[in-house]
């Protein structure tokens, strides 16, 4: 059963049991070892962003906040990372460099 509150390795596990896909499989598939899959679906590693958009992509979901009384700050964090789930691990680091020069520079805009 896929629930919101469960932790992210419960359900990508949940959801490769539901589409009957065996550990070895998704693992080969994302392109990552068998005992870091493990890892990821057991919550003794978090997978990087890369490979949690492999996993996601492989397993054909659709991940979605659905939260009816977003803050405006939950409503730049999920736009940020649907912009950061769309691009490279260079062009990841590279935008995460950007936001925290801004973030350090705040008090000369704001």
């Known amino acids: 059963m896929i629930n919101a509150d469960s932790s992210l ?3 990508i596990r949940a959801f490769r049991k539901m589409k009957e896909i065996t550990v ?3 693992a080969e ?3 990552i070892s068998e005992s870091h899959l493990k890892k990821i679906e057991s919550g003794t590693r978090q997978p990087s962003m890369a490979t949690y958009q492999r996993i ?6 659709k991940m979605v906040i ?3 009384e ?3 700050k939950e409503k730049c964090l999920a736009k940020a990372q649907n912009i ?3 691009k490279t691990e260079s ?7 950007v936001l925290e020069c801004a973030a350090d520079n705040l008090d000369l805009v704001v």
Do not use: C
């Not at 996601?56 to 979901?61: A, D, F, H, R, T």
């Not at 062009?91 to 460099?97: A, T």
């Open 29 to 31: 598939a994302v392109g």
């Open 56 to 61: 996601v992509e492989v397993l054909g979901i």
């Open 91 to 97: 062009e990841v680091k590279y935008l995460v460099r």
């Open 24 to 26: 070895e499989e998704l």
């Open 9 to 11: 390795g419960d359900n």
């Open 70 to 72: 977003e803050t405006v």
């Open 84 to 86: 950061l789930l769309d």
């Open 66 to 68: 659905d939260n009816q």
